[in-house]
């Protein structure tokens, strides 16, 4: 098996180079990120090996998960064999596993182009939450979305948790960053999207609202304080999620997976 030079060494300047990824300060230095876990590994090797510059996996590793290996050798990507010990210096999510993987932008002006001709695309209002980034991510990815858009003031894309959360999803949709609000809207609206905002006081129904037939752009706050005013008042609608129990409220990610799926089989009901 031709793998390239190992990283035997935890103290050695390449791990220290790699350990550096970790804040995002030496990622937008470096211009790459951390890619960690069997999951997500093999989606950025599948579906975005461009992107790729190294892969770390340790013997349990490659012995568990052979097909990530050999997919990366098949695209000529350098492979590292390394020890546990050098894993446990470079993350603690791995679970052997390891890419470097260069930093993919989409920023104001990728956008008319991300969303043309789309049908389905969530907009997340300043989301800093790591975990719900990605899990909205992951959400928008398998209910068949065609884009997700961060806004100016949300979480970074590629700091760790995001792409943990993310599941692979990250390289397999484009995930537009960077953008004011009323500019995603105005683009979002002369692509013919409805705009659509997730609110628990909406005047619509999330299960019945004939709104969800067409193509949609779903837009959501942040879990602490909601949509802003501004952003309500440039939806086209107030849709809300029922809550049929005694549950407060439903996290941004939730109500952004609910809101999703209800668009999605709204669109494959139509003939």
Same mark, same amino acid.
């Given at each position: ?7 035997l ?13 970790a ?18 590994v ?6 975005a090996?461009?992107r790729?510059?190294?892969l770390?996996?340790?013997d349990? /590793? ?11 050798? @098949?695209?000529?990507?350098?492979v ?7 894993m446990?210096?470079?993350? &603690?999510?791995?679970? &052997?596993?390891?890419?470097?993987a260069?930093t993919?932008?989409?920023?104001? $002006?990728?956008l ?12 997340? @209002?300043?989301?800093?939450?790591p975990?719900?980034?990605g ?5 928008a $990815? /398998?209910?068949g ?12 894309v ?6 943990r ?5 990250l ?10 609000v009323?500019d995603a809207?105005?683009? +979002? ?6 705009? +659509?905002? /997730? $609110?628990?006081?909406g005047?619509? $129904?999330? @299960? ?17 304080q909601?949509?802003?005013a501004?952003?309500?008042d440039?939806?086209?609608a107030?849709?809300a ?6 549950? @407060?409220s439903l996290?941004?990610?939730m ?11 709204a669109? /494959?009901?139509?003939?």
């Open positions: 098996m031709p793998i390239a030079q190992p990283a060494n935890p103290r050695s300047d390449r791990v220290a180079t790699l350990r550096r990824l804040s995002r300060q030496g990622r937008e230095r470096a211009g790459e990120h951390l890619v960690e876990g069997p999951q997500a093999r989606e950025v090797v599948r579906f090996a461009s790729v510059r190294d770390y996996v340790t349990d /590793a490659r012995d568990r998960w052979p097909e990530i290996v050999r997919e990366a050798l @098949e695209h000529d990507l350098y590292h064999e390394t020890t546990p010990e050098v446990d210096r470079l993350s &603690g999510d791995a679970q &052997g596993v390891l890419a470097v260069r993919h932008l989409l920023g104001p $002006d990728d008319p182009g991300a969303v043309q001709g789309a049908r389905l695309v969530v907009v997340c @209002e300043q989301v800093r939450d975990g719900n980034a899990t909205i991510i992951r959400a $990815d /398998a209910a979305a065609d884009a997700v858009v961060l806004t100016a003031g949300s979480v970074e590629h700091s760790p948790k995001v792409v959360s993310s599941a692979g999803s390289f397999h949709l484009p995930v537009v960053t960077g953008v004011e009323g809207v105005a683009h +979002l609206r002369r692509a013919g999207l409805t705009i +659509l905002a /997730a $609110d628990g006081g005047e619509h $129904d999330v @299960e019945t609202s004939p709104l969800l037939a067409g193509p949609t752009a779903w837009v959501l706050g942040t879990e602490a909601g949509l802003s501004r952003a309500r440039l939806a086209d107030v849709v999620v029922p809550l049929r129990g005694r549950a @407060e996290n941004v990610a109500a952004a997976t609910v809101c999703l799926y209800a668009s999605s089989r669109h /494959a009901a139509q003939p």
